[in-house]
């Protein structure tokens, strides 16, 4: 079993320990039309309801079948189906495709694995999934997890996508290490066109941590900056405040833009972290 | 060389580098070891954050401290030390040559190492230009010059490349050399083996009158040498001696085989003041005739081996061939062998061959006329000390010769037969004058048939054994120097089942031992050699300077190097020539007043840069591995792994300090008798016992129950009727008689065991395609071994008509048939159970054909016939089903399958029971000849028949 086929079928198990996505979105920009009944009349396959004939409605909307079972005219009313598109992008960075010693998956793994059991949901759904800045077009069904898949795997070679044409609920995962203006230049061209996103913010136990003593040259992997700590146990306490105040500045500036802020530690419950971002999409059906 | 205190160094200035000590400490504080190297994608939070105290870790001590060893170490070593405690003394003396004497005979083998460790530790003291100058006290072709000059380094090397030698020093011989080279030393050095070898004190005087000497002594602690031996049949006692009186000593010595296996060791303690001990081994005969040399365990030098020849091991047998014989179990011979294999060598020819091998002994079983050349030959080779031994058997009850040491009696007594009113005997204990007293008398033995002796006078003094009823069962009488013994049984189990005992194969060993017939005359021989011995007492094989050894010289030579101690190979076997044999080792107690003794440590030098440095490199290295493992560079070792290895490089480096210091220990072993008469060694876990097979196991039913077989022809309807006829016959032969065979089996005449099945019928297809050669291969096999083929060609036809043997011809091509016959008139299988005069099966009036009985026949067993051929199909008149119906029809009616029947279980009775029935047709015979007795000597010819014989 191939590492990719492995992160699929650990996505299915997740996918199945949670309850189905109750999507219940307005009628956005970003709905297409497609199986997602909305609970409501309006265009699509299955019926909805009956209603009485109105005069503003055309000659050919009269149900005959049922009309002639009485004196009184019918309307027949299929629900509104519409279907929402769900981009994904996941950093493909080599300091997020990183594990700590001793760790099970790398935390671009773990993104992958949540962004998938939610896009298994989603596609259950009916909904249209896609990668971000992947090339292809977002597409429904099975396939579409398959291809998802393939997309996050491949990555967009280390640089920060353009915002889709059309709009979408975007759905972006990194560890945002990076300083918070850079990332606020990245993705305000996304929330201009997107106002629905989420962040997915994954971190390792020791970044949390930072683990060290005495004498060591940390590096960060993809890039040259190194420094060398002459006892490192005396710097823990100002890192890990500055790492406290980083993720403050990203959760205010998601915040800002309207979006939503997930954020996950490899090696905790996977469960938790796929519930807190099934809840979180499904807010933005709630808020309508 | 600069001394220090009992330091020499070689290099004394390297000691100033000692000076960079403090400076290296100094660094290596001021130096911290190389960072951890980690990786942190989170890195850049901390972009802009300073540490607050950036002073570097320190060194940690024992890093510091593995440093610096490993410079002092590597320093010091560069300097050269030796450590010489007995060298200040020397320095006084010696600016002129050295003479350096060694002693390189067998004694100075065990301490070897220390003398050469003593001569080089000479070569440091004194002045490092005077030359040496070397004396080898052990007489050699090419032994060293003492004249020549050697420099100190040539003569280290020199030294280092000697081996002690094999044989003894000669100082005499040594003293004349260095008088012919003229040689004027300005001090002498001794590194002696201490041992007196004859001339021990006068050399030390002699030496000590030419300039002053120096004495390292090194006597051999323990045992020196092995200096005698002697041997019983089964046991050996090796003598030890010692020179070293003051304690108590111990010692293992082993007996080895050629390819220097252990057979057995044994303890030697040596009493306080004792210069000699024996170390006694008992090793079973068969086991000792392996053995080749005994060695004193752990020690090194040919005076602790013991090669041992064959001159009193193995007695050579000569077995008077028997020839071919169709079923060699069966034989008396076989019998002899499997007793004589272990432990004497065997040769089989015919008298006059054998005779003139001159073996030990001769056995002859069961010859009753020798001729009369052959017997001169025997009589003359008895005379120069052979042995001969003779089985008696039914030949030569009937005619004996002059070759017997008793007369005997004509014709031989049976004992417990169905006409005789004694029961088989059992063994008296061996009479005290005997050879055999002393052995136990089994008690399952019993002997069913013997000759008789005549009595007479001496009859008591020449038996060896007796029956219980005082019956002689082992004869014997000098003649000249040799004997002849008479056993009055077979050596096989025909008359007697002394041949099943263990005790049969010590009766004949010590019959043999009676007599020597090895009286080979090897005074004009040449002994060359084979193997010989080093100097450290491994065999090898022999040098160019070893030269063959005349056989009258043997007993006197003194081992040299042109006769090393070794096995030589001559005319009576091999012999060997002993290093220490009859050796007195003594110590030279009484030194010269003038000769300087050197203590043990004294005479030690130990050259220390060589540990020093590779202790250096030791400590460099792991001092490598533990930077490596602070930078984390390995990858794979955490922080327990750290401390895994940290252990690991420790107990290393106990490991290297003290080597193990191998330990000689007791060790006793216990020997098996395997059943082939080999010896193994057994160790003292559980022996595993093989299982036999289970009773599903195809070849165990007609193993363990008797039942007939039949040839599968591929034709199902012939076998199922032949399988109902033998099925039929069976139920017959269990209703009728005492035999109750089985149900029968079908066989592939290609795979199945034939010879479990006494009878084998063969009902012969119409159009049978011929039997493939490997079929009629075990065909021949099996009625060889006995067995009996009944064929059935089932044409039947009437009276007239004629047996068409034609069919056969081209089956059965190959079958190993003798000439056949219709069954005679009176033949036994007209008699052996019912009285018949015919054969019929389902057709009556056929003939019967059997081998014919003649000298042909013999090899089969009493001429009793194993092929039966017929026509009748016997078969179809026995068959029934399995309610006992019969299933074919009978030309004759009932009557004639009745007579079928009673055919058929004649002829089971005669293959079963064979000519049995024939002997009581003699009985009359037989009465008239136990009348007999001994007055007529006239042969009594028996009537081939006697119609009125049999039981009516």
Redo the contacts between chains.
Sequence with gaps: MNPAADLRAEAEALARQLPNLNFKAEASEAAHIGSAGRRRAGTGEHFWQYRRYAQEDAADRVDWRRSAKGHDLFVRETELETARTVLFWCDD?P??R?KGEGELRT?AEEATLLMLALSILLSKDGERIGGLGAGRAPSFGKRAVDRLADDLARGTRQTFPAPPRKPATLIVAS?F???VPEWQARLAPLAAQCPEGIVLAV??P??LDFP?Q????????GAG???????AE??RE??QK??AD?QQALRDLTHRMGWRFVSHVTGTPLLNSAAALKAQIESFGARA | MTALGPFLLGAPWALAALIALPVLWWILRATPPAPKDIELPSLRILEGAEPQEETPARTPWWVWLIRTLAVLAAIIGLAQPVYAPGAQNNTAEGSGPVLIVIDNGWPSAPRWGELINAATATLDTGDRDAPVHLLLTAPQQLNADPAERMSRTDAAKRLASLRPLAWNTDRKDALARLDASGLKPARIFWASDGLESGTGRAFAVSLAARAPLTVFAAPPRGPVAITGISSETDSVSVTLRRVDLQVTGRAFVSAMTIDGSALATSEVSFASGATEATADFTIPAAALARVTRFAVTGRQGAGTVWLWDSTDRSRRVGLVGPGAEAQPLLSDMHYVRKALEPFASITEGTIETLVAESPDAIILTDVGQILPEDADRLKKWIDGGGALIRFAGPRLAAQGDDLLPVPLRRSSRALGGALAWDKPQALAPFPETSPFAGLKVPEDVRVTQQVLARPGPELASHTWARLADGSPLVTADKRGAGTVVLFHITAGPDWANLAYSNVFSQMLRRSIAAGRGESADDGDGAYTPKLTLDGYGRLSAPGPAAAPLKATDFATTVPSEAHPPGLYQGPAGTRALNAAQGARPALISDWPASARLLGDAEARSLRLAGPLLTSAALLLALDLFIALLVAGHLPRLGRRAARRTGAAAGLMLAALAFAPHQDASAQSYQYELMPDGTYRRVTSGPTVVPLPGSENDPALGPALTMRFGYVKTGDAALDERTRAGLFGLSQVLIQRTSVEPAAPDGLDLLTSPLELYPLIYFSVPENAAPLPEHAVARLNAYLRSGGALIIDTRDGGDAGVDFRISRLEGLLEGLDAPPLQPVPENHVLTRSFYLLTDFPGRYAGRRLWIEKAGTASEPRGDGVSGLFIGDADWISAWAVDQNGRDLYSVDGGPNQREMARRFGVNLVMYILTGSYKDDQVHLPALLERLNDRDDGDKPIRLPNNIPDGGPQ
């Design positions: 960075h300091g997020f990183w935390k560890d290490y990076d300083p971190a390792s020791i970044e060290f005495g004498r060591v040259r940390l590096h960060r992997p900056l190194s420094r060398i700590f002459g006892r005396t710097i100002d890192y500055r790492y980083h």
